[in-house]
Every structure is written in C-alpha cells, then in structure tokens.
Nanobody, 123 residues
Framework: EVQLQASGGGLVHPGGSLRLSCAAS????????IGWFRQAPGKEREAVSC????????YYTKSVKGRFTISRDNAKNTVYLQMNSLKPEDTAVYYC????????????????WGKGTQVTVSS
C-alpha cells in the first residue's frame, strides 16, 4: 500500500523556521518525483515545491524562492522541506504528494497524497 506521511508542522513566529518531512512507503521511492503543496483557509491548494526522482532538479513557486529548500534522501524514503524566514501568508496545511512527471514548471500526475500537516505563522 502506497503511503505518504507529512510531519513537522507547528506554530512559529514570523521569521522563524520549520522543517517538514514526508515519509514514503509501499513503492520504489526513487522512481518518483515528490511535491509539496499547501492549502490556506478559503483558498485553493497550490503547489509549493517539487523535486525530481534522482537528479535533484527542483521547482519552487515564486513566493517561496530563496526561503524554502526541498531535498530528498532516497535511502530513507523521505523528502524534506526546509522553510526559513516564514511569513504569516505561509500559514496553511501542507501536503506531500507522489507525482508522475517532473518538469521545471512543476509536478504533474499526482496520484497519492499524504495527510497534511498544519503550519501556522503568527506572532
């Protein structure tokens, strides 16, 4: 059974940092690109970042470039999202998802999603 489990969310002050983890199981992890998405209250879900399966190529949405860093450890079947200089507008539920096609414009063909982890940025 394919499973993705996001963790690491929490409450942080503006300017603070968090590291999210997405632990995967049930499939050959390094065959698939993985992405992070977020959904704020009253807003549509948006793509945040994604990483290719083995080459390490990455994509970031404009609003997080320079602040967030995605990485993966294929030996641990885990993808990370290091979030620095957090802003109140980063507040959302963050989800990780397995994709089929990675491009420099984002991830496509998401077929499995993990349960989200709440990130709240507030003073």
């Amino acid at each position: 059974e394919v499973q993705l489990q996001a963790s690491g969310g929490g409450l942080v002050h503006p300017g603070g940092s968090l590291r999210l983890s997405c632990a995967a199981s049930g499939f050959t992890f390094d065959d698939y690109p993985i992405g992070w998405f977020r959904q704020a209250p009253g807003k549509e879900r948006e793509a945040v970042s994604c990483i290719s399966s083995t080459s390490g190529n990455t994509y970031y949405t404009k609003s997080v470039k320079g602040r967030f860093t995605i990485s993966r450890d294929n030996a641990k079947n885990t993808v990370y999202l290091q979030m620095n200089s957090l802003k109140p507008e980063d507040t959302a539920v963050y989800y990780c998802a397995r994709g089929v096609i990675f491009t420099t414009n984002g991830l496509y063909g998401m077929d499995y999603w993990g349960k989200g982890t709440q990130v709240t940025v507030s003073s």
